[in-house]
């Protein structure tokens, strides 16, 4: 093989994984709420895991306990992560569980309020 076949051949085999990662990733509509109303999330799958992203915009409302929840295509909600984590950071990607059939909506929840701070909307149920 000479340089040309195989810089061909690598050129090919990274535009097939772009392309299949590209079609893999759903966004959602903006985070609308009264305290998360900034970015949005993205669906993506990873190593056949369903991960959830936040946008780089996305600002963490000033609540005392926010949390991650998804709401499935039935209405079954599903309470995962603490967004904020030590240090003031937060937990801006997370893998969802298995038990979890697919994502309709992704919540900002108060746990310490018990109050939904925003949300934002896929168009489709991801899985």
Request: aromatic fraction near 8%.
């Amino acid at each position: 093989m000479n340089y040309l076949t195989i810089l061909g051949s690598l050129t090919a085999l990274v535009i097939a994984l772009t392309s299949s990662i590209a079609q893999d990733s759903h966004k959602s509509g903006p985070f609308q709420g009264a305290k998360a109303n900034t970015g949005y999330v993205t669906h993506t799958t990873e190593n056949g895991n369903s991960v959830l992203t936040l946008s780089d915009d996305f600002k963490s409302p000033d609540t005392p306990d926010p949390h991650w929840q998804v709401v499935d295509s039935n209405g079954n909600v599903y309470l995962l992560q603490k967004l904020s984590i030590k240090g003031d950071k937060m937990n801006r990607k997370i893998t969802v569980p298995k038990y979890v059939p697919d994502i309709a909506k992704v919540q900002i929840w108060c746990a310490f309020a018990e109050t939904n701070l925003g949300e934002a909307a896929f168009e489709h149920a991801v899985k």
